[in-house]
């Protein structure tokens, strides 16, 4: 009796369908994990880039204000030694004004000069003249303590009309006669270049003038010639 050989199949799936499935399955998952992987990479990238932006416009800011903050300061210290610099040019002429002389009236005419002699005079003519209108302002000399002001020349007799006498603190003596108006008081001190009365024609005065004198004592008799002494001042009249 023959016998009946029966082939049986096998149901394993054959190697190369495994293989490709595989390969398959190996690509679609590469293809998956490397996109990942690259959406990854560049959302970090991004990060970073946002980050190094920010860090610098941070920087920028406070390189900004800092800039602005110097220039402030630079600035409120330019103008503190600005103004400081004025005070002390102000200190400065103040200063120098007071140590300085002038001639005691601004615009004038020189009239009768210290020593000159003649009929309208006692005695030589004992300071200098400057023609004025009735009015015009008369200045202290220079800076110092009023000793003589009134009527009768403050004590030195009728002829110099309405006087002041000042006192300097070099010694020396400024007088101011034939004064329409006196402004100062006897002890006031004064400075240089300060209103002290108007100019007039009292007194023993043949028209409106400023009789001024140099002294070295508060009373007549002792001036000197204020022209010359004025100009040992550096005052030229």
Do not use: C
């Not at 009728?158 to 329409?180: D, E, F, M, R, T």
């Not at 070295?216 to 550096?234: Q, R």
């Amino acid at each position: 009796m023959s016998k009946r050989v029966t082939t049986q199949h096998s149901h394993r799936p054959s190697v190369s369908r495994v293989g490709g499935a595989l390969v398959t399955a190996g690509l679609g998952a590469s293809l998956v994990f490397g996109a990942g992987a690259a959406f990854a990479s560049d959302t970090s990238g991004s990060g970073a880039l946002t980050n190094s932006v920010t860090a610098e416009s941070i920087a920028k800011q406070a390189s900004a204000q800092k800039s602005h903050a110097d220039h402030a300061k630079k600035s409120a210290a330019e103008k503190k030694a600005a103004a400081k610099k004025k005070a002390a040019e102000r200190r400065a002429a103040a200063a120098k004004k007071a140590k300085a002389w002038e001639t005691p009236v601004d615009r004038y005419a020189l009239s009768a000069s210290y020593g000159t002699g003649g009929a309208r005079w006692a005695h030589k003519h004992s300071g200098q003249d400057f023609a004025v209108a009735i009015g015009t302002k008369v200045e202290a000399a220079h800076s110092g303590t009023v000793v003589k002001a009134g009527g009768n020349g403050a004590g030195d007799g009728p002829a110099y009309g309405n006087a002041i006498v000042i006192k300097h603190a070099n010694g020396k003596y400024s007088q101011y006669a034939h004064l329409s108006k006196i402004d100062v008081h006897i002890g006031q001190h004064v400075k240089t270049g300060q209103k002290i009365a108007l100019s007039g024609n009292t007194g023993n005065s043949s028209g409106p003038h400023l009789h001024f004198e140099i002294r070295t004592t508060p009373n007549y008799g002792s001036a000197i010639n204020p022209v010359s002494y004025l100009k040992t001042v550096h005052v030229s009249v």
